[in-house]
């Protein structure tokens, strides 16, 4: 059992293109790119792990099965046979034991199949409040940029810091 002060450590089980098909900005990516937008939902999901999980985990559905580390975010892709509905299922049930497991779907079936063993379900808009909630904290945390010194965080508008990522990452 992964236990700090006799809490479960969180993890968190993300539903991938649940998740992009939810999210307005991934959603007008995956347009044009797929591949762009699970990038940018584990780039975003990377920014706040060490603040908020002690793991994450990306389910997406996949031909071939595929296990990946991505700046400190595991990426699943489920094989053939498989969807990712029901790997979240096993990995929720699985990690339940050991972990304070979330999952984030805005899927019905998997928010039942999810919470009926336990894990705490945040659908898309949750999860996304969550993120936003954690970067106000992190902002006041690090103090005004008069106190801390001048972070571009605090005075560069959010689509230029994405495009930076975006550039970063390439």
Same mark, same amino acid.
């Given at each position: 059992m992964v236990v700090l002060n006799g809490v479960k450590m #969180?993890? =968190?089980?993300? $539903?991938?293109?649940?998740i992009i098909g939810a999210w307005d900005k991934l959603k007008a990516l995956k347009k044009n790119d797929m591949g762009s937008a699970? $990038?940018? =939902?584990?780039?975003?999901?990377?920014?706040?792990?060490p603040w908020s999980?002690?793991?994450?985990?990306?389910?997406f559905d996949g031909q071939e099965f595929a296990w990946d580390h991505i700046d400190g975010v595991e990426?699943?892709?489920t094989g053939s046979r498989e969807t990712a509905d029901t790997m979240i299922e096993r990995l929720a049930?699985?990690?339940?034991? +050991?972990? /304070?497991? /979330?999952v984030a779907t805005s899927d019905f079936a998997e928010y039942r199949a999810s919470s009926s063993v336990g894990a705490t379900v945040? +659908?898309?808009?949750?999860?996304? /409040?969550? =993120?936003?909630?954690?970067?106000e904290?992190?902002?006041?945390?690090?103090? +005004? #940029?008069?106190?801390?010194?001048?972070m571009l965080n605090n005075i560069l508008a959010e689509s230029v810091l994405d495009a930076l990522e975006r550039i970063r990452r390439s």
């Open positions: #969180p993890i =968190l089980i993300v $539903d991938g293109y649940n699970r $990038d940018q =939902l584990v780039a975003v999901l990377a920014a706040f792990r999980w002690k793991r994450i985990i990306v389910v990426v699943v892709f049930a699985g990690l339940a034991a +050991s972990y /304070e497991v /979330e945040l +659908s898309a808009a949750a999860l996304r /409040e969550r =993120l936003n909630q954690q970067r904290r992190y902002r006041r945390h690090l103090g +005004s #940029p008069q106190k801390k010194g001048l």
